[in-house]
């Protein structure tokens, strides 16, 4: 079993919907969890970051977190094509040697007019 | 805003080649981490380092080696590239705690090995 894992997609939604990008971690994982966008071509960039059990919102991203069912995901409202990208999900993991930040291996998400 | 920059876009080396790649960072950061990234499989760490001539092995160190000599660049080292070596190589920076976790990335370096 994969530590953390995404559905790969292409997860597609009509322009201004709200798009919902899942993301499933293993026991192992610690407590910090971020998402980052990544452009065809470009690098990962940071978009949000959450710590603790809920909701957090920033702009048209909401993260949230339910440490309970192990699960992550991010809501983007009003989804524009400019958000067309793979979002990958990363988390804190804790090993014998210090942390790490594991990576899924993204979704990619289109937004369509 | 944070800059991580990488010696070369673009690289194309033949097999048994010793490759260097080069990164830098202007944002005084304890943590500089090298990745690759295949389709697939995601972004696995090869070496991540938390201090000058400080490095630790990440998931995939086989065939890679790092130097860190001073606390800005971090060069990752293929001693003897093989073909199963091509991919997308990033390098990220992060400062210390707590936001350890919050790691910025430098542009990429796509290496082509024949």
């Known amino acids: 079993q994969k530590e953390v894992e995404q559905n790969s997609g292409p997860l597609s939604v009509p322009e201004g919907a709200i798009a919902s990008l899942n993301c499933t971690y293993s026991?192992?994982?610690?407590?910090?969890f971020f998402w980052y966008r990544q452009y065809s071509g470009k690098s990962p960039e940071l978009i949000m970051s959450?710590?603790?059990?809920g909701d957090k919102e920033d702009g048209r991203f909401t993260a949230q977190l339910n440490k309970a069912s192990q699960y992550v995901s991010l809501l983007i409202r009003d989804s524009q094509p400019s958000d067309s990208a793979t979002y990958l999900c990363?988390?804190?993991?804790?090993?014998?040697?210090?942390?790490?930040?594991?990576f899924g291996t993204g979704t990619q998400l289109k937004v369509e007019l | 805003d944070v800059k991580v920059t990488q010696s070369s876009r673009y690289l194309v080396k033949r097999t048994g080649e010793k490759v260097f790649l080069e990164c830098v960072q202007d944002?005084?950061?304890?943590?500089m981490f090298w990745y690759r990234q295949d389709p697939g499989l995601g972004l696995r760490l090869i070496y991540f380092?938390?201090?000058?001539?400080?490095?630790e092995k990440g998931d995939i160190p086989e065939g890679y080696s790092v130097s860190r000599e001073k606390k800005e660049r971090f060069s990752l080292i293929l001693e003897s590239a093989s073909t199963n070596q091509t991919s997308m190589y990033l390098c990220?920076?992060?400062?210390?705690?707590?936001?350890?976790?919050?790691?910025?990335f430098g542009p990429g370096t796509r290496l082509t090995v024949l």
């Open positions: 944002m005084d950061h304890e943590n």
């Open positions: 959450i710590y603790s059990n």
């Open positions: 380092s938390y201090d000058v001539k400080m490095k």
């Open positions: 990363a988390c804190l993991i804790l090993t014998g040697g210090g942390n790490k930040l594991t």
């Open positions: 026991d192992r994982v610690s407590q910090s």
């Open positions: 990220a920076s992060s400062p210390d705690r707590p936001r350890y976790n919050e790691q910025f």
